[in-house]
């Protein structure tokens, strides 16, 4: 079990426990002590005490006899932001474990994954010049001036990985740079205009350069604002001025372009469509309410689906068998059989 304390701690970061949490979970049959030496490779447990810990962190057996398939390259996410570090660590396990198979699957089909920046890198110090930023990769892009369809699997297109985890409500969305190649990585259960969003602000953070004077978080949010909504767009749906916005016609362009409608309304107010202090009542309306639920949804489909792709090819291919893809997928073996059998 040569690996078996990086795989142990692996693990034990995912649940997002500490090694008394996990001595805790084990009834504390295992001891704090233990485990920091199992996480060291300083000893080795017995069979007993190997499926003690395979039942606390609900993993078979083998999850600790098997090696990483794929040596990641080191990588950071450089905010913290709101979310507990805990929480962090737990979620950086998780994309090390989905990104390991990413990269393993491009290197079985011969894969290299390129990415180029089309914009130049000159400072973008205010939120008016995110806005013209956000128009010009639009246009290098040749993505038009209406919804875009699926944030994520464009993205994608573009050479950006993207990964979707579990993770807790608190988190939103990181990413970090892997061997120049972006990746993004999305929490899978939040709303699809919010995945949206965040898809395009992390975009922000990745490509932008932005002065350490300038604020940051502003300017991410209207780069991400003026791609949903770009140039004169969302003059032509609410008009050059106005004193209050119901809340039906702000669901109505949630519906349509895929963007919270917060989102909108703070597009609104730096577009000067309407003045900050008439929008209060809103924003209160919303503090208890992070996804909007119950206020609309955008309906098209938001998913990364480049993995998913690449595992079936290799399937169909027969470079790897249908357990491995069953590893690999989190999919029941019996589930990817009936897919091949389609053909």
Same mark, same amino acid.
């Given at each position: ?25 084990? #009834? ?43 040596? %990641? ?11 507990p570090s805990k929480q962090i660590d737990s979620i950086k396990e998780k994309v090390k474990s989905v990104l390991e198979r990413y990269l393993q699957t491009e290197s079985l089909l011969n894969m ?6 089309? %914009? ?53 969305? %990181?990413? #970090? ?47 991400? #604002? ?118």
């Amino acid at each position: 079990m040569q690996h078996f304390g990086e795989r142990l701690k692996a693990a034990r970061k995912i649940k997002g426990w500490s090694l008394q949490d996990l001595a805790n979970q084990t #009834a504390n049959s295992i001891t704090k002590q233990a485990l920091s030496k199992y996480e060291a490779d300083l000893m080795y447990p017995s069979r007993k005490i190997l499926l003690l810990l395979s039942a606390a962190l609900g993993v078979k057996p083998g999850y600790f006899e098997g090696q990483p398939a794929f040596k %990641l390259p080191a990588f950071e996410f450089p905010r913290k932001g709101h979310v507990p570090s805990k929480q962090i660590d737990s979620i950086k396990e998780k994309v090390k474990s989905v990104l390991e198979r990413y990269l393993q699957t491009e290197s079985l089909l011969n894969m290299t994954v390129r990415f180029s920046n089309p %914009l130049k890198p000159f400072p973008v110090n205010s939120e008016a010049g995110a806005a013209q930023v956000a128009v010009k990769l639009l246009d290098k892009w040749d993505l038009g001036r209406g919804p875009i369809h699926n944030i994520a699997g464009m993205l994608e297109e573009k050479g950006v990985r993207m990964i979707e985890v579990d993770a807790p409500v608190t988190f939103d969305a %990181l990413s #970090a740079w892997i061997d120049r190649v972006p990746l993004i990585v999305l929490h899978q259960d939040r709303p699809a205009d919010i995945k949206r969003y965040h898809a395009l602000y992390e975009l922000g953070q990745l490509l932008l350069t932005i002065p350490d004077d300038a604020d940051r978080d502003r300017i991410c949010q209207t780069f991400a #604002a003026s791609m949903l909504l770009p140039g004169d767009t969302l003059e032509s749906l609410l008009g050059n001025k106005r004193t209050t916005i119901a809340p039906g016609e702000l669901m109505g362009i949630k519906e349509q372009y895929g963007l919270p409608m917060q989102v909108i309304l703070k597009h609104a107010i730096f577009k000067e469509i309407i003045d900050k202090k008439e929008t209060g009542a809103f924003f209160r309306m919303l503090a208890d309410n992070k996804d909007e639920a119950g206020l609309g949804q955008y309906t098209g489909q938001e998913r990364p689906g480049r993995l998913d792709r690449m595992i079936r090819r290799l399937m169909a291919e027969e470079v790897i068998p249908v357990g491995k893809a069953e590893a690999i997928t989190g999919i029941p073996e019996a589930a990817l059989k009936r897919q091949l059998e389609v053909f």
